[in-house]
């Protein structure tokens, strides 16, 4: 079985701050790892992904997200956010499975 | 390249009423799939297909049913609507026959309401 926490479920910051978004995930099996981003009224598009190499994955829009397998852990992190980053973001794992699990999402509210 | 369009956009039902939510992609992916995302419970995957004729069941497929006779086409069909399916749907596609590595492309979602 594999599965994902996302352990915040809001979180605002200020523009041009730093951000980190959290992830957990568990599976049985070797992972693939996934963040999504989800602008209102959209569909999901992908940010980044690791599948496998170094442990940390650069992405579109400034972001990376590091892999922890000892933590179990793929953060998602940006320097210095923009208003145009307020969004919902999904983390998500795979693994052994022609399946993808989902987290339930993180909404980032960033305050002008 | 159009992506994955769905449709329709919105959807307004009665308890019992059956209807089908399309889908389709121009992309020649061999993989897709059905998501229904509801507040506080990100995206649950309903079924998917890896190829035309080859359907296989998600986390909650209760309530639904699919087929994919082409490899462009994958409709969600409700055979009888119920309130807890009021939901908003999303079809997503993907190139590999296993979406476990590649990255999913999405539609712009479906929005139910059953009453």
């Known amino acids: 079985a594999q599965s994902v926490t996302q352990l915040d479920s809001q979180v605002p910051v200020f523009e041009e701050a730093p951000v980190e978004l959290r992830c957990n995930y568990s599976?049985?099996?070797?992972?693939?790892l996934f963040w999504y981003v989800q602008y209102p009224n959209q569909g999901l598009q992908l940010l980044l992904k690791?599948?496998?190499?170094?442990?940390l994955v650069k992405g579109i829009n400034g972001f990376e997200a590091e892999f922890n397998k000892s933590q179990t852990s793929f953060h998602l992190r940006k320097p210095s956010v923009h208003i145009s980053d307020t969004a919902e973001y999904f983390c998500?794992?795979?693994?052994?499975?022609?399946?993808?699990?989902f987290g339930i999402g993180t909404k980032l509210q960033v305050i002008p | 390249n159009a992506g994955v369009t769905q449709t329709p956009k919105f959807q307004v039902l009665k308890t019992g009423q059956s209807m089908t939510l399309q889908c389709a992609q121009d992309?020649?992916?061999?993989?897709m799939s059905w998501y229904r995302q509801d507040p506080g419970m990100g995206l649950r995957l309903i079924h998917y297909?890896?190829?035309?004729?080859?359907?296989d069941q998600g986390e909650v497929p209760n309530g639904y049913n699919v087929s994919r006779s082409t490899t462009e086409d994958f409709p969600l069909r409700l055979l009888s609507a119920a309130p807890s399916q009021t939901s908003v749907y999303f079809c997503?596609?993907?190139?590999?026959?296993?979406?476990?590595?590649?990255?999913?492309?999405f539609g712009p979602g479906t929005r139910l309401l059953v009453l």
């Open positions: 297909s890896v190829g035309a004729g080859i359907t």
């Open positions: 998500a794992v795979s693994g052994g499975y022609q399946k993808v699990t």
């Open positions: 997503a596609s993907s190139p590999g026959l296993a979406a476990i590595q590649e990255t999913q492309y």
């Open positions: 690791y599948l496998s190499g170094s442990t």
């Open positions: 599976s049985s099996v070797s992972v693939y």
């Open positions: 992309m020649n992916h061999e993989y």
